[in-house]
């Protein structure tokens, strides 16, 4: 849990009171490989910081899985449409090695946002972080030919090549895997 609070140190200093109320709500998850950390066709109520592991989030489009995102070691995971609006997932989220999460479930959120109003920033910066990923991602696959975000992909999130597979890394490049492994035989 000590990872956790030097992380959010670093966002913004936390009140002893607020450290002692995170630590009351906070629980460990252990995730196997493979396991489905959220399932889609269910309302999200968790949000999970990754102490250790690698996370990714896909949905199934026409029978086959495609990825939208991955997460690392110090990274917030969650099916973020299901958990803030509390609707139905239609992502699943899935870990990909063995990993260790720290969680804390929606009503527990709002809790702290509501009796910590200094947590809210945290919550902001976080929030801000994903949609710049996010949107990161969406201009590549919407300007960029699979070449160009294949090279970004090595230069901004190197540790996705050295950790996903390359079914996986296609399938969020927008690509097949056959067009990835003609790309890869290219660069390298």
């Known amino acids: 849990m000590e990872k956790l609070f030097r992380f959010l140190n670093q966002l ?11 630590n009351k709500r906070i629980y460990k998850r252990i995730a196997m490989h493979g396991e489905l950390v959220i399932p889609e066709g269910k309302v999200c109520t968790q949000l999970y910081f990754i102490r250790r592991g690698f996370l990714r989030g896909f949905h199934y489009q026409k029978g086959r899985e495609i990825t939208t995102w ?18 139905i997932a239609y992502e699943n989220v899935e870990a990909i090695e063995d990993s260790i999460l720290y969680g804390i479930n929606y009503d527990d959120l709002n809790t702290i946002y509501r009796l910590h109003p200094e947590f809210n920033y945290i919550g902001r910066l976080l929030t801000e972080k994903y949609y710049f990923d996010l949107m990161e991602h969406s201009l590549s696959l919407q300007f960029q030919n699979a070449k160009e975000s294949y090279l970004q992909l090595i230069t901004d999130h190197p540790q996705i090549l050295k950790r996903a597979s390359l079914g996986h890394i296609a399938s969020y490049l927008g690509i097949s895997q056959e067009t990835l492994s003609r790309i890869r035989s290219k660069i390298v």
Not at 15 to 22: H, R, T, V
């Open 70 to 87: 991955f997460a690392f070691e110090n990274d917030i995971a969650t099916s973020t449409y299901s958990f803030l609006a509390q609707k």
């Open 12 to 22: 913004m200093p936390l009140s002893p009171e607020l450290k002692a109320d995170l």
